[in-house]
């Protein structure tokens, strides 16, 4: 008799454990991993329940608590504003005490940035946007940054001269007093930037 008020409650206490630890209480978190995300609006979906993730999360945890063996299928429900989200491994089985191996993997949308060049009679120009760079040659009537990303400020500076010339940005708001450098803010299409015009020396 007394062993089996024993066995009655250990098996009470386990039953108390797993609960604690997500065994039967649906204690497993489902998170992930997110890399790239700079732009708001992304919303993922798990079941029904939908999970914002705001720009600059490195992270996810859904709210709702799974048990062990439930699946899951994470999705996108909303891609956020100019960029795009990808998820790897967000379907399975829940099998541990935390379920992370899913991770979103974003890109921000890169567009095209233009503007036209008057008077280029020379080699050695020379434009930058941060780390970019771009060479207009002689004769050229336009200079381009290939891929900048959706909405972000920019500043356009000229980093060395075409020999025997000067060159500046179009006088503006944004335009240095030494027409040397402009900033603006990139589109979420190929967007136009400031003139540059080039005279000689």
């Known amino acids: 008799m007394k062993n089996l008020y024993l066995r009655s409650m250990l098996a009470a206490a386990c039953a108390a454990t797993l609960a604690a630890c997500g065994g039967s209480g649906g204690n497993l978190y489902l998170q992930g991993a997110v890399t790239g995300l700079a732009k708001d609006g992304l919303i993922l979906l798990n079941n029904g329940e939908s999970l914002p993730v705001p720009a600059g999360q490195s992270s996810f945890v859904f709210t709702k608590l799974v048990n062990t063996d439930d699946r899951y299928d994470i999705t996108i429900a909303q891609q956020p504003k100019g960029a795009v989200c990808s998820i790897a491994n967000g379907a399975g089985k829940a099998s541990s005490y935390s379920v992370t191996t899913a991770v979103v993997t974003c890109k921000t949308n890169t567009y095209p940035l233009s503007g036209t060049i008057t008077g280029l009679t020379a080699d ?29 400020a920019y500043n356009i500076s000229i980093l060395t001269y075409p020999a025997g010339q000067t060159c500046k940005f179009a006088a503006s708001a944004n335009t240095s007093a030494d027409g040397r450098v402009v900033n603006g803010t990139m589109g979420s299409a190929a967007t136009t930037g400031t003139a540059l015009n080039c005279t000689a020396l």
């Open 124 to 152: 050695g120009l020379t434009l930058t946007i941060g780390n970019l760079s771009t060479s207009p040659l002689n004769g050229s009537t336009a200079y381009t940054f290939p891929a900048i990303n959706d909405g972000i």
